[in-house]
């Protein structure tokens, strides 16, 4: 499954960062949406992605000139005319299933019967969705990238009943290519690995604070500068295996038979929810409440992960060393 020219269809914010980071590693790559308006806005967005590595000392000039040489954009109504040209399409459109349907259809009719296709979908089964009208369904995979995608490097690989060990190794290595980290889920579940984990802790965290056994923000500090602080190294795996198995085990003894085991909800989100306080969009949510400029603090956000972004690639090289 050689694959050389790329179709990303949803330019986004999402979409756009991941056909930047395609066209940076060399890959001839096409990124598609309905409107001309919002190609232009993709590559605006591109433009400040890319201000933004060089900055930080991420990227240099060429980095720039490399994702310009190797990225066009095009309409959704040219993708019949041109399906034929591609070896891997990412779909990245909105999570509605009757979109999502119509895309894949489109794209069944359009592309080459080898030709793989990945779903950026967070949780959609888009393999049952597609199931009826796809042909050869072993070439569907989930790829769930993070935001930012030209900056976070985990991306999660999910297979549906009928995807092919070689369409997830075709994929893999592509992503490998991109320096990126594919972690492979070999069954389709409710919120892959990482969500289905944040699930787990946010629950026992917004149970505890519902009970008024701790504070929203003492909460958050007992992880972040725990877990937080460890875990650009080493991974909760790693941490039961450093302490000994023996400890970590006996503590969830005492642990287990009391964690929140609500199946129906988080009735302290929804609370949230109702009185519109969801986050940092609508300016306030359970931590706090936050600035007006949703941009800037974007802005900080991905500066900081940038400085992350950098501390562990220097533990990755000195792994690599040992």
Same mark, same amino acid.
């Given at each position: 499954?050689?694959?050389?020219?790329?179709?990303?269809?949803?330019?986004?914010?999402?979409?756009?960062?991941?056909?930047?980071?395609?066209?940076?590693?060399?890959?001839?790559?096409?990124?598609?949406?309905?409107?001309?308006?919002?190609?232009?806005?993709?590559?605006?967005?591109?433009?400040?992605?890319?201000?933004?590595?060089?900055?930080?000392?991420?990227?240099?000039?060429?980095?720039?000139?490399?994702?310009?040489?190797?990225?066009?954009?095009?309409?959704?109504?040219?993708?019949?005319?041109?399906?034929?040209?591609?070896?891997?399409?990412?779909?990245?459109?909105?999570?509605?299933?009757?979109?999502?349907?119509?895309?894949?259809?489109?794209?069944?009719?359009?592309?080459?019967?080898?030709?793989?296709?990945?779903?950026?979908?967070?949780?959609?089964?888009?393999?049952?969705?597609?199931?009826?009208?796809?042909?050869?369904?072993?070439?569907?995979?989930?790829?769930?990238?993070?935001?930012?995608?030209?900056?976070?490097?985990?991306?999660?690989?999910?297979?549906?009943?009928?995807?092919?060990?070689?369409?997830?190794?075709?994929?893999?290595?592509?992503?490998?290519?991109?320096?990126?980290?594919?972690?492979?889920?070999?069954?389709?579940?409710?919120?892959?690995?990482?969500?289905?984990?944040?699930?787990?802790?946010?629950?026992?965290?917004?149970?505890?604070?519902?009970? /008024?056994? #701790?504070? $929203?923000?003492?909460?958050? *500090?007992?992880?972040?500068?725990?877990? &937080?602080?460890?875990?650009?190294? +080493? =991974?909760?795996?790693?941490?039961?295996?450093?302490?000994?198995?023996?400890?970590?085990?006996?503590?969830? /003894?005492? #642990?287990? $038979?009391?964690?929140?085991? *609500?199946?129906?909800?988080?009735?302290? &989100?929804?609370?949230?929810?109702? +009185? =519109?306080?969801?986050?940092?969009?609508?300016?306030?949510?359970?931590?706090?409440?936050?600035?007006?400029?949703?941009?800037?603090?974007?802005?900080?956000?991905?500066?900081?992960?940038?400085?992350?972004?950098?501390?562990?690639?220097?533990? +990755?090289?000195?792994?690599?060393?040992?």
């Amino acid at each position: 499954m050689a694959i050389n020219n790329i179709l990303v269809v949803g330019a986004g914010v999402m979409g756009s960062s991941i056909a930047q980071v395609f066209a940076a590693y060399g890959y001839k790559t096409v990124m598609a949406d309905l409107k001309q308006e919002f190609i232009d806005k993709a590559f605006s967005n591109i433009d400040k992605n890319i201000a933004g590595l060089v900055e930080e000392g991420l990227a240099d000039d060429s980095y720039g000139k490399t994702v310009k040489e190797n990225l066009t954009g095009i309409l959704n109504s040219d993708i019949p005319a041109r399906g034929k040209e591609f070896d891997l399409v990412v779909e990245v459109v909105p999570e509605n299933p009757a979109i999502k349907k119509d895309t894949y259809q489109m794209l069944s009719d359009s592309c080459r019967e080898d030709c793989i296709f990945a779903s950026n979908t967070s949780g959609m089964d888009v393999f049952s969705l597609t199931d009826e009208f796809l042909k050869n369904p072993e070439r569907l995979v989930i790829t769930h990238w993070f935001n930012p995608p030209h900056i976070m490097k985990i991306i999660e690989v999910v297979k549906g009943p009928k995807t092919s060990d070689e369409t997830a190794q075709a994929v893999r290595e592509v992503l490998e290519k991109c320096e990126k980290k594919p972690a492979v889920l070999n069954n389709f579940m409710p919120g892959f690995i990482v969500n289905r984990m944040a699930t787990v802790i946010c629950r026992e965290l917004y149970y505890m604070i519902e009970q /008024g056994w #701790v504070t $929203p923000q003492d909460a958050e *500090n007992a992880l972040k500068y725990t877990d &937080g602080l460890r875990w650009s190294f +080493e =991974g909760p795996l790693e941490l039961w295996d450093f302490v000994g198995l023996e400890i970590p085990i006996a503590v969830a /003894g005492g #642990v287990l $038979p009391t964690l929140c085991d *609500n199946k129906e909800g988080i009735p302290l &989100g929804d609370k949230y929810i109702a +009185e =519109g306080k969801t986050g940092v969009r609508a300016g306030e949510g359970l931590l706090k409440k936050y600035p007006a400029d949703v941009d800037a603090y974007v802005k900080k956000r991905n500066r900081r992960i940038l400085t992350m972004y950098k501390v562990m690639n220097e533990f +990755e090289k000195e792994d690599a060393a040992e």
